[in-house]
């Protein structure tokens, strides 16, 4: 009689190809650099409950704010390259990247660029009792007081914190930058006005306007925003030149193999096709960026490169 060999079944899943094996099999990690409520905490639990819902299991968001999101990129970086640690990062890790020396990791070299998610204007919100009612009243009395106003931004170096500096270029006044550890935080002082003004993301800034809460001045992107029809563009308000977004997206440390990384990518794709998943997102007033992981990457150190110039030509340091 002849003995059948038996092989684990764990020997076997090492023996298939990795776009044949099963993932996850465990829970997923999303870490996101800024506090609960940002608006890229908001876009990234929308993402992460979609995600599990497609692989029928558990994804979950870890905040790790602080340094304008290079904790949690930092994390990312240096974590296992087996798909169970992924990063959700937006514009500021590009900036970081371009602008920031002596990081303890290389946006460049250590993370690799999944799948964007999200590409949204920001929003100018004030105080509802802010004096002023548009950004050219804003920039008036910017002027009147020079040194004295401030604005907010989720930390030094992130986009929002870009465009305060882009808004005070262009407009030629001097506000005071104040950071914080996400958009939550920061609109707890700019509502009641301890500080003057702030280039929200969609996500926290619009909900704010639409009840009240807050004002909102303008939208940095060029043409007004669908779900903000009646809010002015700051370009149509004097500085016709002006304007920024925020992108959001997936990362993967650089060590997860491509098969693996392209895998993910198919699979936030395919999320975000969903209609649930598009619903949620427009809930929540943002507009979607889909590309596949091949234009991503180039886009991700296109938009370093692009910092890089911006930041060198206003000489402005992000120390």
């Known amino acids: 009689m002849k003995l059948r060999r038996i092989v684990p079944l764990f020997a076997l899943a090492l023996a298939l190809p990795v776009s044949a094996q099963p ?99 920001h929003i100018l919100i004030v105080g509802p009792d802010f004096p002023a009612k548009n950004v050219q009243e804003l920039i008036a009395r910017a002027k009147a007081e020079p040194g004295r106003l401030t604005f907010a931004s989720s930390g030094v170096g992130n986009s929002d914190h870009l465009c305060g500096e882009l808004f005070n270029m262009m407009a030629g006044i001097s506000a005071i930058h104040v950071p914080y550890k996400g958009g939550a935080p920061a609109v707890q002082d700019v509502i009641p006005g301890r500080v003057a003004y702030y280039f929200a993301g969609m996500p926290v800034g619009l909900p704010l306007a639409n009840s009240g809460r807050a004002r909102a001045l303008g939208v940095t992107s060029k043409q007004r925003y669908p779900a903000a029809p009646n809010v002015p563009t700051i370009a149509e308000q004097g500085l016709p030149r002006y304007e920024a977004t925020l992108w959001q997206g997936f990362f993967a440390p650089v060590s997860i193999s491509p098969e693996l990384g392209a895998r993910i990518a198919r699979d936030v794709e395919t999320v975000l096709k969903q209609p649930e998943t598009r619903a949620n997102l427009a809930k929540v007033g943002v507009a979607l960026f889909e590309d596949n992981q091949a234009n991503f990457i180039k886009f991700f150190h296109a938009d370093i490169e692009k910092w890089r110039n911006l930041v060198k030509s206003t000489h402005l340091k992000l120390e």
Do not use: C, H
């Not at 409520?37 to 905040?63: C, F, H, P, Y």
């Not at 937006?90 to 998610?117: H, T």
């Open 23 to 121: 993932y996850p099999t465990k829970p997923v990690r999303v870490l996101i650099g800024y506090a609960a409520g940002s608006s890229t905490d908001i876009v990234g639990r929308v993402m992460a409950d979609r995600l599990g819902a497609n692989w029928k299991q558990t994804v979950i968001v870890e905040n790790r704010g602080g340094a304008a999101g290079n904790v949690a990129a930092d994390a990312a970086a240096k974590s296992a390259g087996d798909g169970y640690t992924l990063l959700f990062a937006q514009n500021g890790l590009a900036i970081s990247a371009a602008a920031v020396p002596n990081l303890p990791y290389s946006a460049e070299r250590d993370l690799v660029p999944l799948a964007p998610v999200a590409a949204t204007p």
